[in-house]
């Protein structure tokens, strides 16, 4: 079972460590336009790095195995109605992350006047890439769900020789067995069907957001401004402990072994932290006005924001919100509405305090 999944583990290992490598090289690059000055103090700076890596790891791996940590409390349950609010109030926090802080950092790098007015500034570059990064998915989700349930498909169906042999008086006998038995491998091939695609999504969710949590800890790392860093060191924090509860549900549904839920908690954990290091050790040869810089990154933040904006809304919210516990229960359902826009709302309001 493990081995239909290893392409795409190693998929985003390759992703992670390509977008690691290439840090270096697009804050390095040879700028064209003038940076904003602002106040620099590099001691203390360094000291709220340290905060901030330290508060963001915490409340990234807090927040990823939450769903993990709460599973045998009968009232925190994942599989129980609180849990459904739970994930609406993250699933908010991710669709207010691609629509308010990750798409428009995109559209900004991608218009940035430090960029030729031909072609960036003549095509919604960020736009074209978002839509492309929503198709992309869904596309990849359709295609391996639609794989595995073909080959589930394909497979023989269990056959009991016994069932050939026709008597009278046990004629309607057999022929009971026969339903119940296809009905129950039905129920079977429903469910790990369904199991195929909560491990996608947990995935593909989980590169959508390594990507901007690579970009935003680098950036960060990279600042020398006190007043830039301190106040994100709360926003950060709290991003990263509503992002890990949505995705540490998808990671808890699809039900992976111990080692790969382990890597993917790793990896989601580590990735804004490991950012902020490789910002620091390249702060002095930060420059976000390049050109190549700012190409790059507006494209990486682009295809990010489609990632997750399609899949808040297609994968934990339409999921949730047709499931049919919170349809036939229409207190449920207000109480998930309530807190998707308490959610949205709430991360929204982090926009006072900026990106680095």
């Not at 992703?15 to 090289?25: E, K, N, Q, R, V």
């Not at 890439?129 to 794989?147: D, K």
């Not at 040869?285 to 808040?312: D, F, H, R």
């Not at 919170?326 to 207190?331: A, G, P, S």
Request: neutral net charge; aromatic residues 10%.
């Amino acid at each position: 079972m493990s081995r239909l999944f290893q392409p795409c583990t190693n998929f985003t290992t390759i992703l992670c460590s390509l977008i690691f490598l290439l840090s270096p090289i697009l804050v390095s690059s040879t700028c064209t336009c003038q940076t904003q000055v602002e106040e620099q103090n590099k001691s203390e700076a360094l000291q709220y790095k340290l905060i901030a890596i330290a508060a963001v790891l915490s409340s990234g791996a807090l927040g990823v195995c939450l769903p993990f940590m709460v599973k045998n409390l009968p009232s925190l349950n994942p599989d129980n109605d609180i849990y459904f609010l739970i994930k609406a109030f993250a699933a908010g926090v991710i669709l207010s992350t691609g629509f308010i802080h990750v798409f428009p950092d995109a559209y900004e790098s991608l218009t940035s006047p430090c960029l030729s007015e031909n072609p960036w500034r003549q095509f919604p570059f960020a736009g074209f890439v978002a839509m492309f990064s929503a198709i992309g998915t869904l596309m990849m989700e359709s295609l391996a769900t639609g794989y595995h349930k073909r080959s589930e498909l394909n497979k023989a169906q269990p056959f009991n020789g016994d069932e050939e042999i026709s008597h009278d008086h046990g004629a309607s006998h057999n022929a009971d067995n026969h339903h119940i038995h296809g009905s129950s491998f039905d129920l079977e091939r429903s469910n790990f069907s369904e199991l195929i695609r909560q491990k996608i999504i947990s995935q593909v969710l989980e590169i959508g957001i390594v990507v901007h949590s690579v970009i935003i800890g680098v950036s960060l790392g990279a600042s020398q401004s006190p007043k830039i860093i301190k106040p994100l060191v709360a926003a950060l924090s709290f991003h990263q402990f509503f992002e890990g509860v949505g995705l540490g549900g998808c990671i808890y549904q699809a039900k992976f072994k111990r080692q790969t839920v382990a890597t993917m908690v790793l990896f989601f954990s580590l990735t804004t932290p490991a950012g902020i290091a490789v910002g620091t050790g390249i702060s002095n040869t930060y420059n976000e006005k390049s050109p190549s810089s700012l190409i790059i990154q507006g494209l990486l933040l682009a295809a990010s924001a489609g990632v997750l904006i399609y899949m808040s809304l297609v994968d934990l919210l339409a999921a949730d919100f047709m499931n049919s516990k919170m349809v036939n229960n229409f207190k449920l359902q207000l109480a998930a509405s309530f807190a998707l826009i308490l959610g949205a709302c709430t991360m929204s309001l982090l926009v006072k305090w900026g990106e680095p």
